[in-house]
């Protein structure tokens, strides 16, 4: 039996490198019948499966979900949470938000957790996952916690860019970039023009607004670095406050990532085209004369300015300053 | 183990992007295909080959790094989690694998006839024994000689060439008289 075997082994590398079964087999005739089936079966075998290459988006998000699980180590190893709220405090606020929860029905926690952004129960679901952050003192669940919700809110950008919605989102993810095109772990984004681009591989809390083009237009970012976490995210450009959510805030030219972040002298006369090439081609002259605006202010005004106006902004009354303001997320700062 | 690979492990440890990517980068496809060729579906291909690549990466930061080399690591790590999916199907079934069972080798002439080949050496795979898919998925769907199969599988040579021969006839016996030639 032995030999059968490696006549077995020896006919699949001649079959390999060309022979036909016939060949093959008539340089064993007496084991002809025995290895005849087991040769047709190797083919079948072989014709299983032609050389299949995964397609470039797959590729891409699983790169994204590696370098984002590395950036979550980095940052874990990096700066150990720490909680900003008092023990006593966070008892008493857990009271409190799960009394009101309880209180207006068990249905309604459960009803809002597909809500989007920019719908009624959408503030009950971030409210919900506050309470649960508050009432979890486990480290390692907590941790565990705050990953399911950074990627609920992947999940919601996915789901708003898929309905072509326009509206304010915040998010963490991994800075990557691919044939031109930049993600933020899975969502494709465009950052403005100039704007000094983070690095492969880093962590971001990202705030903008999702197109109908399936991108986001970043207006500001933040490269997460264990303990140096601000506690807003970077301004690219001088906000505008929301009223209403058909009006964008003022748009910044955006940047594909094929320059490298490097401000060129392209920039001031607004001709980049941004990945994808369609952005912003309806108001491109309005988007000129707001950029030429956007860079004398940025250059004559003090920065202490634009976070004067990003904190007015954030504080007010607007319904949906609450999802420009990611609370608890992440190393356990408020952001 | 490579000077190659204990670079691109050193990177893993210290979480290199770089490093990281670049590993990625060389690996993802091959691995990708040999959970393909096991599992037929594409989508949980992708699904389970970059699972592959994050089990990488914790394993390396836990000092459990491969023993062997980086691919057969790789391929190895992606045999269990294909044998971890096969065990929880079978305890909660949902759908027959063949319904989503990609034409892998659409022709433009005798389409049909490939197809219908195709999902009978699919359904005759599925039939075989865990190792026995092993087998057949290294040796034919990647190409890999017996002394690579024979590592990746952490056996001896012999062993292998009797497996194969195993295989094999267990595939046959499944398909029928169908020539292939």
């Known amino acids: ?335 | 183990m490579s000077i190659d690979d204990k670079h691109a492990l050193e990177g893993l440890q210290k979480l290199d992007p770089q490093t990281i990517g670049a590993v990625y980068d060389q690996y993802f496809s091959e691995v990708y295909r040999y959970v393909l060729y096991r599992v037929g579906d594409q989508t949980l291909a992708e699904d389970i080959a970059s699972d592959v690549f994050v089990r990488l990466l914790e394993s390396a930061q836990s000092g459990r790094t491969p023993q062997t080399n980086l691919k057969g690591w790789l391929i190895g790590t992606a045999s269990h989690v294909v044998a971890d999916h096969f065990r929880k199907k079978y305890r909660h079934p949902e759908e027959e694998i063949l319904d989503s069972m990609p034409d892998l080798a659409p022709g433009i002439a005798a389409e049909v006839d490939q197809r219908e080949q195709n999902n009978v050496v699919n359904a005759a795979y599925a039939k075989l024994t865990d190792e026995q898919q092993q087998a057949l998925a290294l040796r034919f769907g990647q190409g890999y000689s017996l002394e690579e199969t024979a590592a990746i599988m952490k056996k001896n040579v012999n062993a292998v060439k009797a497996l194969q021969f195993r295989a094999l006839a267990a595939l046959q016996r499944e398909i029928g008289e169908v020539n292939y030639e």
């Not at chain 1, 006549?7 to 005849?36: F, H, M, W």
């Not at chain 1, 406050?241 to 990532?257: C, F, K, R």
Request: with cysteine.
């Open chain 1, 1 to 335: 039996m032995n030999n059968l075997y490696d006549l077995l082994e020896i006919c699949l590398q001649e079959l390999e490198n060309g022979a036909d079964v016939k060949t093959v087999l008539a340089r064993y005739p007496e084991s002809a019948d025995e290895l005849r089936p087991l040769l047709m079966a190797s083919i079948a075998a072989r014709k299983r499966t032609s050389a299949q290459i995964p397609s470039p988006e797959a590729i891409r998000r699983g790169r994204a979900k590696l370098l984002q699980r590395a950036a979550e180590i980095r940052e874990a190893r990096i700066a150990p949470r720490k909680r900003m709220i008092p023990l006593f405090q966070r008892l008493a606020i857990s009271f409190t938000l799960t009394a009101t929860f309880l209180l207006s029905g068990t249905g309604l926690v459960g009803a809002s957790s597909s809500a989007l952004p920019g719908q009624k129960l959408y503030p009950v679901k971030r409210g919900w996952e506050d309470v649960r952050l508050l009432l979890t003192f486990n480290e390692d669940k907590r941790n565990s916690l705050e990953q399911e919700i950074e990627s609920e809110r992947l999940q919601e950008v996915d789901e708003l860019l898929a309905e072509a919605e326009h509206l304010q989102v915040d998010f963490f993810g991994v800075f990557t970039s691919k044939d031109g095109a930049i993600y933020v772990s899975n969502v494709q984004t465009i950052f403005p023009v100039g704007t000094q681009l983070p690095i492969e591989g880093d962590m971001l809390h990202v705030a903008g607004w999702t197109t109908d083009k399936g991108y986001v237009e970043v207006s500001s970012f933040e490269v997460l670095q264990g303990a140096l976490i601000s506690s807003t995210p970077k301004p690219i450009s001088t906000p505008t406050p929301v009223n209403d959510e058909e009006t964008p805030p003022t748009q910044p030219i955006y940047n594909s990532g094929e320059n490298d972040g490097q401000p060129t002298e392209e920039d001031t006369n607004v001709e980049i085209t941004p990945v994808p090439t369609d952005v912003h081609k309806d108001d491109g002259k309005d988007k000129n004369e707001k950029d030429d605006i956007n860079k004398n202010e940025s250059e004559s005004e003090s920065e202490s300015h634009n976070k004067d106006e990003v904190e007015k902004h954030n504080q007010s009354n607007d319904k949906k300053s609450r999802e420009s303001l990611p609370r608890f997320l992440f190393c356990g700062k408020t952001i």
